[in-house]
């Protein structure tokens, strides 16, 4: 796999190499999480269709190749450009190798692991760099949408059960995708963080840990972008609500709302309408709010609607927001 990319490697002189253990990945002393992160292509089996004859298959099949090793081959090269700027310095630890081991890279299908704190800026650039239009390639491989699935967990964890929670991430993303209308484009991701042991598939996941008194914690999937830049006519999952949010949780004074207040939210989201209440009122008197995100003004006055609040994956994501669009 390495001397797909060894041009990248050359151009900048680098002399990298992939980690070959999890422990190795670029986690700082203390911090354990890494990230599976499970990216499939959208309505693969249907763009196959209109293929008439084996050379013309076989042609498709090779610039979707194309486009896959050339959108992650990009993706290494911002890695390698940041750590050369010293963007991860005090972040992450480099020792010579890349913060990212890719697993599979067949196709649209494409599993890597990496920390967890760039495990989103690496997902969502690697979508965005898939759907960027290649005129060399067949039309159907130009640009290629896709959904994924992020699953954060701790080192030590079995690594099969977050790769398979990483897949039925994908594959919940993609059934929010075909809710919105399977409009050409539409990429979706969603994660979830693991605390330690607990249930085996994403559904007793989100039964089990993510129910509370007026609905479900977990808010997304979140959609990433289209072919135009634009998302679908719900704005309320696009992804930069997401970052916008947990960066602002993650600022800790200032405007923002105080480390302890964010934890206690965590918890008063958990019960009913007088813990919410007296929880707003008490910001109310400290003289702050929650952020003003787009689409979210329901959730902002309130902090439920419609048994959804999206407040606890912005919760669970403010730790992992590394290098996303904005941090630099």
């Known amino acids: 796999m390495w001397d797909k990319f060894y041009n ?26 890494i990230a599976v992160i499970h990216i499939d292509g959208n ?51 480099i020792d010579g190798t890349l913060p990212i081991r890719p697993l599979i890279l067949g196709g649209d299908d494409v599993t890597f692991v990496c920390p967890a704190k760039v495990a989103l800026a690496y997902t969502k650039r690697f979508m965005e760099y898939m759907l960027e239009k290649d005129d060399n390639l067949d039309d159907v491989a130009k640009s290629i949408d896709s959904c994924a699935g992020i699953a954060i967990l701790p080192t030590s964890y079995p690594f099969f059960r977050g790769y398979t929670l990483a897949e039925q991430l994908c594959d919940n993303a993609k059934k929010k995708m075909r ?14 963080l693991l605390h330690g042991e607990q ?45 916008k949010c947990g960066k602002f949780f993650s600022e800790n004074g200032g405007p923002a709302i105080a480390n302890n207040k964010v934890k206690e939210l965590r918890r008063v989201l958990q ?10 009122q008490q910001l109310g008197h400290q003289g702050k709010d929650l952020p003003d995100i787009d689409s979210w003004e329901c959730y902002r006055e309130n902090l439920w609607s419609g048994h959804k609040t999206p407040y606890i994956d912005a919760i669970e994501i403010m730790d992992f927001l590394e290098g996303v669009d904005g941090d630099e």
């Open 199 to 243: 249930a085996p598939t994403l559904k007793q996941i989100l039964a089990q840990e993510h129910k509370a008194v007026k609905g479900c914690t977990h808010f997304g999937p979140y959609q990433v972008a289209n072919k135009d830049g634009k998302h679908a006519a719900d704005r309320r999952y696009n992804i930069e609500n997401l970052i």
């Open 271 to 280: 019960l009913g309408d007088e813990a919410l209440d007296n929880y707003m």
């Open 179 to 192: 809710e919105v209308g399977k409009e050409q484009g539409s990429c979706w991701l969603d994660f979830i």
């Open 43 to 93: 309505n693969m089996g249907k763009k196959f269709e209109g293929c008439e004859g084996l050379s013309k298959r076989q042609k498709l099949s090779n610039d979707i190749k194309a486009k896959t090793e050339g959108a992650f081959g990009k993706l290494l090269e911002t890695i390698i450009v940041d750590i050369e700027n010293n963007r991860y310095e005090n972040k992450l630890k």
């Open 8 to 33: 990248i490697f050359e151009k900048y002189g680098a002399d990298y190499s992939f980690p070959m253990e999890l422990d190795k990945l670029g986690q700082k002393t203390g911090e354990n999480y």
